[in-house]
């Protein structure tokens, strides 16, 4: 789980990102960022219905999405604000290739 801090948890927040971020994008992720001028990077999550009609799948993409993007919370590269979405492709990924693509943006930024 990421602490408090680390979370983009306001409404404000993402429309802040949604509205002046820039995005990056592949076959199975879109990825929108935006400097935060803070010393801390802070992540959000959206995976909606469209992706899957069940809870349980929603909830496991989200887990593997903190889990992977967990390394970035104190990295280097500080101050941006990152919301992360999955594409309906992605929920037949395993895990490896499911972290190969979410790190192939990442490492665009």
């Given at each position: 789980m990421f602490s408090k801090i680390n979370r983009l948890r306001s409404?404000?927040?993402?429309?802040?990102?949604?509205?002046?971020g820039r995005t990056l994008e592949n076959q199975f992720f879109r990825i929108k960022f935006l400097m935060n001028y803070k010393n801390i990077n802070r992540f959000g999550f959206?995976?909606?219905?469209?992706?899957?009609?069940?809870?349980?799948?929603?909830n496991n993409i989200k887990r593997r999405l903190?889990?992977?993007?967990?390394?970035?919370?104190?990295?280097?590269?500080?101050?941006?604000?990152?919301?992360?979405?999955?594409?309906t492709s992605s929920i037949k990924l395993k895990y490896i290739d499911f972290s190969n693509n979410i790190w192939d943006l990442i490492d665009k930024l």
């Open positions: 409404d404000q927040d993402f429309k802040r990102v949604f509205r002046n959206i995976v909606s219905n469209k992706i899957s009609k069940k809870a349980t799948v929603r903190r889990l992977i993007c967990r390394p970035l919370t104190i990295s280097k590269d500080n101050g941006f604000d990152v919301v992360v979405w999955p594409k």
